[in-house]
């Protein structure tokens, strides 16, 4: 049987992770609007991060190098998260997990399998580097999206303090590395 057609009305576009620079910040904060717009973290933000620790910021970038995605992730604290769209100092002398601040995929790209693949790619360098466990605050009912990536939910009370200002669907989630 053959089959006629034209191509694609929609032909997926060729993707890739690469190191995010200080070039993609407003692509970063563009994309971050559209994902959490209840959860407003500004370019700033992002810049602080990228600055801290280049290592563990990422985009996806698309044949025109422009991002369509990205991931930051940065060593915190265990059971804590900072406050959404502050600046911090330095990376706490005292960190003992790889935080995963954000993730998010610009509607166009989403579903194909990107987000498994850089959280997977920076579980490797984690357990590379020693960190003994990823961390993250899931929102947007987003906590079964990263229960399928090997997260669990911790929850005690002073955590749902900790995690007011996320709203009330917001989980701390842990994915051990040692395993």
Known sequence: MEFQGGPAEHPLPRLNWRAMTAADLDAVADIAAIGFPDHFEGRDCFGNRLMLNPSGCFVLADEADEPRGYLVAY??????????????EAIPADASVLYLHDLALHPDVRGGGWSAMIVERLAGQARAAGWPALALVAVNDAAPFWERRGFAVVDTPALRAKLASYGPDARYMVRDLRA
């Open 75 to 88: 060593p915190w604290r265990a059971e804590a998260a900072p406050a959404l769209n502050t600046l911090i």
